[in-house]
């Protein structure tokens, strides 16, 4: 069994609001635009890997990990809906690397460059470089591994973010082609037992991201059905849905029109792209009713409000804007949702467990 511990951080989000630069931001980086680009850009030379769904706007955990020998320390965030490994660099053109650690491979004795260029689009940003190999440590052992250095990282959201990188946990088909990501490096070199890891971010000073052998206790899988309900009434899935539970998000996000309804139903007040909400009602609101697979997971008011750090204020942790991703209603259980239950990924049966946190 091995632990990595995981610091809660502030996220993109945050770091606008309290520099007086979200409502800008926001209008600027609408998420149909985003799509848009996306859809419409050619396909550049090299090796791309497109992830539209990644938005790390809002992720606040982090890990660390080095890269090289001797090693170079780097925060990075754990994600489990991409599978690339990859860190700024000293090629990097861009205003987010002068504020973040950069990856030196003159200071490697063990870097090899392979000379493919990358590019990783994701909603939040786009990083383009180069692919290298160096020695890896995660968990508890380095490795052999392909990972992505940064020439060049758009988008001012990479600009204001409290880590470096990215460290995907998701499934060899989402990475760059012809690489190994590095959850399946450990599990080819038979450095874990099982290709199982889990998350538990319930304690606020102490989550931890682990590599899991076995657990004691139930777990519920998924998928669904799906039903999302509010004193005792369906507010979301009504005609059934589908949703993925993810680190790489820290909201509750779902269909633009079926969110507004929800914020209205708890009151909150569009202010600067967002939706505030009295502070007070974080201990008089009922709960939302998460029904997945015919098991019922209670979200209070507490985890669906959030109060800002720096304003006072206190904000809604519901977010539209899922309607182009599926032709069904979809919805992404974030962050909010996991601090509540503790999530096992188990890549080898391609299911979700789920258990409250204690």
């Not at 383009?128 to 890896?136: K, P, R």
Request: net charge neutral; glycine share 8%; charged share 20%.
């Amino acid at each position: 069994l091995s632990w990595i511990p995981l610091t809660k951080v502030k996220s993109i989000r945050e770091n606008l609001r309290e520099k007086g630069l979200l409502k800008n931001f926001l209008k600027e980086h609408p998420f149909t635009m985003i799509q848009n680009r996306l859809n419409q850009k050619p396909a550049p030379q090299g090796k791309v890997s497109r992830q539209p769904l990644r938005n790390y706007f809002d992720m606040a955990y982090v890990g660390n990990i080095s890269i090289g020998t001797p090693p170079q320390q780097f925060s990075v965030i754990f994600d489990t809906g991409s599978s690339d490994l990859w860190v700024p660099s000293i090629y990097c053109q861009s205003r987010a690397c002068n504020t973040h650690r950069v990856f030196d491979p003159f200071k490697s004795t063990t870097f090899r460059y392979s000379g493919v260029p990358i590019e990783l689009e994701y909603a939040s940003g786009m990083m383009s470089g180069y692919l290298g190999y160096d020695t890896v440590r995660v968990m508890w052992t380095p490795q052999d591994q392909e990972f992505g250095y940064s020439q060049w990282e758009e988008n001012e959201a990479f600009d204001h973010a409290m880590f470096d990188g990215m460290l995907g946990l998701g499934y060899p088909g989402l990475a760059i082609e012809d690489t190994t990501p590095v959850f399946d490096n450990l599990r080819k070199r038979g450095l874990i037992a099982q290709p199982v890891f889990a998350f538990y971010l319930s304690t606020p000073h102490n989550p931890k991201f682990r590599e899991k052998e076995s657990r004691q206790g139930s777990t519920n899988m998924i998928p669904g059905p799906y039903l999302i309900t509010w004193r005792g009434y369906v507010v979301a899935c009504k005609s059934g849905c589908q949703a993925v539970i993810d680190t790489g998000s820290s909201l509750l996000i779902g269909p633009t029109k079926e969110v507004i309804n929800i914020q209205k139903l708890i009151n909150a007040k569009p202010f600067q792209e967002e939706f505030l909400i009295q502070c007070s009602t974080m201990n008089t609101l009922p709960d939302f009713i998460f029904t997945i697979n015919n098991v019922q997971y209670p979200v209070p008011a507490r985890a669906y409000i959030q109060k800002g750090s720096s304003t006072g204020r206190c904000y809604s942790n519901f977010s539209g804007g899922t309607e182009d991703l599926s032709d069904k209603e979809f919805w992404i259980l974030g962050d909010v949702f996991l601090r509540l239950y503790f999530t096992v990924f188990d890549r080898g049966q391609d299911r979700i467990g789920l258990a409250p946190a204690v």
